[in-house]
């Protein structure tokens, strides 16, 4: 079935260094891939996402890229802060009110 | 800002009570959903609902219905709690845009 791998399942930067969390999605059909930033306590937040029709989306210190042949998009956050630490969800999704969920990377940024 | 709310942040329930969890959103959105969270399992999609008393199952609905009498409201039921319904519950609306915080239901 249609399914989205995410690596790592956990990630432990230095402050101030860059995070890379990395999604690959089975069904080449998704054109819509969000990222949920989830802070302890808190549902998931949208805090970026790209279509299938751009390679890459930047906003701040957050940017995503998107390789629809090998189908796989990652997540960058640049000169990370303590802030940051929190857990990470991708999504793939192909429209409708299909939406599959990585497993999600629990993200530690330390001072 | 949009505001999905959820009627309990934790619940403890024992197995074979009947369950309501009540999502409300402030926004006139026509779609909303009902996730559980589960560690290791990301989300996954119990059921949805596109419009006043309509609704369709996801990918996990066995033990679970829904209702959605008023467009606000989406409310989950879980007719006999089982432990293994032990989870996290988000609710949802506009597909995955807005989340609200959570309920977190332990069946004893």
């Known amino acids: 079935g249609e399914n989205v791998e995410q690596h790592p399942s956990t990630l432990s930067v230095q402050e101030g260094d860059s995070a890379v969390i990395k999604c690959t999605y089975s069904?080449?059909?998704?054109?819509?891939f969000p990222w949920y930033k989830q802070e302890l306590g808190k549902g998931p937040q949208l805090i970026i996402d790209?279509?299938?029709?751009?390679g890459e989306k930047k906003d701040q210190r957050i940017a995503v890229t998107l390789n629809k042949t090998a189908k796989h998009f990652s997540l960058h956050i640049t000169e990370t802060q303590p802030e940051d630490s929190a857990v990470y969800f991708c999504?793939?999704?192909?429209?409708?009110?299909?939406?599959?969920f990585g497993a999600g990377t629990r993200l530690f940024v330390k001072a | 800002d949009v505001k999905v709310t959820q009627s309990s942040r934790y619940l403890v329930k024992r197995t074979g009570e009947k369950v309501f969890l009540e999502c409300v959103q402030d926004?006139?959105?026509?779609?909303m959903f009902w996730y559980r969270q589960d560690p290791g399992l990301g989300l996954r999609l119990i059921y949805f609902?596109?419009?006043?008393?309509?609704?369709e199952k996801g990918d996990i609905p066995e033990g679970y219905s829904v209702s959605r009498e008023k467009k606000e409201r989406f409310s989950l039921i879980l007719e006999s709690a089982s432990t293994n319904q032990t989870s996290m519950y988000l609710c949802?609306?506009?597909?995955?845009?807005?989340f609200g915080p959570g309920t977190r239901l332990l069946v004893l």
């Open positions: 999504a793939a999704s192909k429209g409708g009110f299909k939406t599959i």
């Open positions: 609902s596109y419009d006043v008393k309509m609704k």
């Open positions: 926004m006139d959105h026509e779609n």
């Open positions: 949802a609306s506009v597909e995955t845009q807005y």
């Open positions: 069904d080449s059909a998704s054109n819509y």
């Open positions: 790209i279509r299938s029709n751009v």
